[in-house]
């Protein structure tokens, strides 16, 4: 990533991501999963926050899983497995 001087909010993102990450997977193990309200909140302000921050990949994959649970579908596993793939990544930069 260019240093454009938003890398102090970048890490704070990361940061963030870390505890998204945490809090997503733990809801996979719980009644309701992914379609908790807070849980999909999570997921809908990545697509959007990622995406400021030149975390495409990020921002793409957390789209396929908000897109999903809006149409109160559920998210296949592997697009799920993928998500948490990419947020590990991102957050251990």
Known sequence: M???GLE???RRFRARCADD???IEA??????GLADPELA????????????FGYD???????VLDDAL???ETPAAADIDRLLQE???VAAL
């Open 41 to 52: 909140s999570r997921i809908h302000r990545l697509v959007g926050l990622a995406g400021s």
């Open 70 to 72: 809006t149409a109160s």
């Open 57 to 63: 990949a990020l921002s793409a994959l957390a789209r």
């Open 87 to 89: 947020m590990r990544r």
């Open 8 to 10: 102090p909010l970048r």
């Open 2 to 4: 260019p240093d454009d």
């Open 27 to 32: 809801g996979q193990l719980v009644a309701g």
């Open 21 to 23: 990450l945490a809090a």
